[in-house]
């Protein structure tokens, strides 16, 4: 099982743990794909911050 299908089930379980039960395996999937595409642009901004902090610690 991949990281993408075990968070779309953890993310089906939290939501039906709340109430909600209309998303579907697929719309889950997606879900959990876009979340970790946020998580990769996030430490990409993340690692260019700190690129350019030391570029201007080291100027």
Same mark, same amino acid.
């Given at each position: 099982?991949?990281?993408?299908?075990?968070?779309?089930?953890?993310? %089906? =379980?939290?939501?039906?743990?709340?109430?909600? *039960?209309?998303?579907?395996?697929?719309?889950?999937? +997606?879900?959990?794909?876009?979340?970790?595409?946020?998580? %990769? =642009?996030?430490?990409?901004?993340?690692?260019? *911050?700190?690129?350019?902090?030391?570029?201007?610690? +080291?100027?």
């Amino acid at each position: 099982m991949s990281v993408k299908m075990i968070v779309a089930k953890i993310l %089906t =379980d939290e939501l039906t743990s709340i109430g909600i *039960r209309s998303l579907t395996v697929q719309e889950s999937e +997606r879900i959990a794909a876009h979340i970790f595409e946020r998580i %990769t =642009d996030l430490e990409l901004e993340l690692a260019a *911050r700190a690129f350019a902090s030391a570029r201007r610690d +080291r100027d």
